[in-house]
């Protein structure tokens, strides 16, 4: 039984050496942050800026986004009756609205109602002295489709009494492909500012390594392995980009707060409960392990040219 024993111990030995390496590593590479705080900020800094500039256009796109859908679910179409119609006819006329399978809601807004609104509005006053006693609003009936509005107001049309038919689809349309825009070009800006911050990472992890090329070159000589020299750069860069992608969550917060209240008494005045949200736990974390993970991309790619121009030939 001891013979079959032995053969583990080398395994689990080269286990935890492997892992207090990676320890060292970890430990290492955050203590040569904090020893040069004003490098280290340049660093995370502009990393940061690039970072949140993608991110807070897919946050501010992801909220135009929620707001188009809530134009979308109380969209309407508004049917204008020709002046004179009688009293009852209209009524007939909600009536058959309200008993099509392809509307939810049918409002009826009598000329009487619709004067009435221009004056609470305010800034109408000289025009509705000039009508006198004349009331030239026509009969409004706004009504919620079910379906596709398009189509209802297309049989709208139909009614001999109806005047104007108004809907916004074609605004909704204009707004989903300005969406679509603004979703392409925030990958196509994050693509380039991440490439930014990959080159930042990968500079700064090249003046460190120059700056102990001496060391590497002895490591070299003793045997180590191009792993065992590059492990403490990766973490480094990976440190750079965890700290830069939670920096950028930090200024993006901030900015957050600071259009909160704005933005909400904006809506409120046109009668809307839309409020900005911010990123949630699970996409926070996304994003600061992605810029973790190009921290350390960038180091491995400047860690793993300089390996491969120092590696000592055999002769």
Do not use: C
Not at 14 to 34: C, I
Not at 35 to 48: D, E, H, I, K
Not at 265 to 270: I, K, T
Request: aromatic share 6%.
């Amino acid at each position: 039984m001891s013979a079959q024993a032995r053969p583990g111990l080398p395994t689990r030995s080269r286990l935890g050496t492997w892992l207090d390496h990676h320890l060292y590593s970890v430990v290492a590479s955050v203590g040569r942050l904090v020893r040069r705080p004003w490098s280290t900020g340049l660093t995370v800094g502009v990393m940061a800026i690039a970072i949140a500039l993608p991110l807070g256009l897919w946050a501010v796109l992801a909220n135009v986004s929620r707001f188009a859908g809530d134009v979308q679910d109380s969209r309407e179409v508004s049917v204008y009756l020709k002046p004179g119609i009688d009293i009852e006819r209209v009524r007939a006329l909600v009536g058959e609205a309200r008993g099509r399978a392809d509307v939810v809601r049918v409002e009826w807004r009598t000329p009487a109602q619709g004067l009435a609104e221009l004056r609470e509005r305010g800034g109408f006053d000289e025009a509705l002295g000039a009508l006198g006693e004349t009331n030239p609003l026509p009969h409004l009936l706004r009504i919620t489709p079910r379906g596709d509005e398009a189509a209802l107001a297309q049989a709208l049309e139909q009614w001999p009494e109806a005047d104007v038919v108004q809907h916004d689809a074609a605004w909704r349309q204009r707004l989903q492909r300005w969406l679509g825009l603004g979703t392409r070009l925030a990958w196509v800006l994050g693509a380039l500012l991440g490439l930014g911050a990959l080159l930042v990472v990968g500079n700064t992890v090249r003046l460190d390594i120059q700056s102990r090329r001496e060391e590497i070159g002895v490591l070299q000589l003793l045997g180590a392995t191009d792993g065992f020299i590059r492990r403490p750069f990766l973490y480094l860069g990976a440190a750079y980009g965890v700290l830069a992608g939670l920096l950028a969550l930090a200024l993006l917060t901030a900015a957050e707060l600071a259009l909160h209240a704005p933005v909400a008494g904006l809506a409120r005045s046109y009668g809307s409960a839309f409020e900005l949200q911010g990123f949630d736990p699970l996409r926070a974390a996304v994003a600061v392990v992605g810029a973790g993970v190009l921290g350390w991309l960038g180091a491995g790619l400047v860690t793993g040219h300089y390996l491969r121009q120092t590696r000592p030939t055999s002769t």
